[in-house]
């Protein structure tokens, strides 16, 4: 959990305008991808674990808005957060 929090910390630092965003669209969409990601290794081990995968997908539904949003609003931030998370779109 300390792990988690310190990876939060970094990723609030380095997408939002300072260390408290955590509202900022690039901060959401990051957070999320980081998330994700940790729940797809938990899913390589754990392959029934279907209510998981229930809150996996609501996951990946709400990034996929905020990025409709970004992309709406800005499309060069949109660019380069899908270029540095390395999202495929």
Do not use: C, P, W
């Not at 900022?24 to 980081?34: E, G, K, R």
């Not at 390589?44 to 809150?55: A, E, L, P, Q, V």
């Amino acid at each position: 959990m300390l792990e988690m929090n310190l990876s939060k910390k970094n990723i609030i630092s380095k997408y939002g305008k300072n260390s408290l965003d955590s509202g900022n669209t690039a901060v959401q969409i990051s957070l999320l991808t980081y998330k994700i990601n940790n729940l797809q290794n938990h899913f390589s081990i754990h392959k029934k674990d279907f209510s998981g995968r229930t809150g996996l997908l609501k996951m990946v539904s709400k990034r996929r808005k905020l990025l409709k949003y970004m992309r709406k609003k800005s499309v060069l931030k949109y660019n380069f957060i899908i270029k540095d998370l390395k999202i495929r779109r």
